[in-house]
């Protein structure tokens, strides 16, 4: 099935991109197909890390947060980031679950590594409540596998680059 010559994509086939709250996928193919009597273009996204193919509509990419694949520098920054001296937050775990939350949601590279700095430190205080530790490992993965392919390291090496870096201000 062509794409209609009409419609432009932000996206192309082959590209990685990013998925707030699912992690890095590959739009393997754009296709026309008819939904609700219209023909919408959809990009059809595969996540490795859950192995699902999605469809997505492409004129509903953007306001899902779906995204390029962060520069070698912004990952640097992120890594960065997450080196920085930490500032606690709120003892209230709910308050702070939300606003973890939030910021994953957001998608951005730098967002994901504040909560994994925040999550992480926290830990080393006191144990993190389920669903806080649920939180942590799901934006330490996302991290990883973002970095990972910006950066052409293997997921392992990134893990231990966070983790490094992690510790180098305790």
Known sequence: ???SKTKSTTFKVN???VYPLQGVGQIISIEEKEFKGEDVLYYIIYLEVSD?????PTDKAEGLGI??????????????????EY???????????????????????????TVVKTL???????????LERKL?????????????FSLGKTKPEVEQLIFSRLESEE
């Not at 500032?87 to 590594?113: F, H």
């Not at 992480?120 to 389920?130: F, M």
């Open 136 to 148: 942590y490992d799901s934006a330490l993965k996302l991290l990883t596998d973002e970095v990972s």
């Open 67 to 84: 995204r390029a694949i962060v520069s070698e520098k912004k990952s640097q920054e992120a890594l960065k980031l997450i080196s920085e």
């Open 87 to 113: 500032e606690p937050v709120t003892a209230d775990w709910k308050m702070r679950y939300q606003m973890n939350l939030d910021l994953l949601k957001s998608g951005s590279v730098t967002d994901i590594a």
């Open 1 to 3: 099935m062509a794409a």
């Open 15 to 17: 590209q990685q991109v």
């Open 52 to 56: 699902m193919t999605i469809m997505v």
């Open 120 to 130: 992480y430190h926290r830990s080393k205080v006191k144990e993190l409540p389920i």
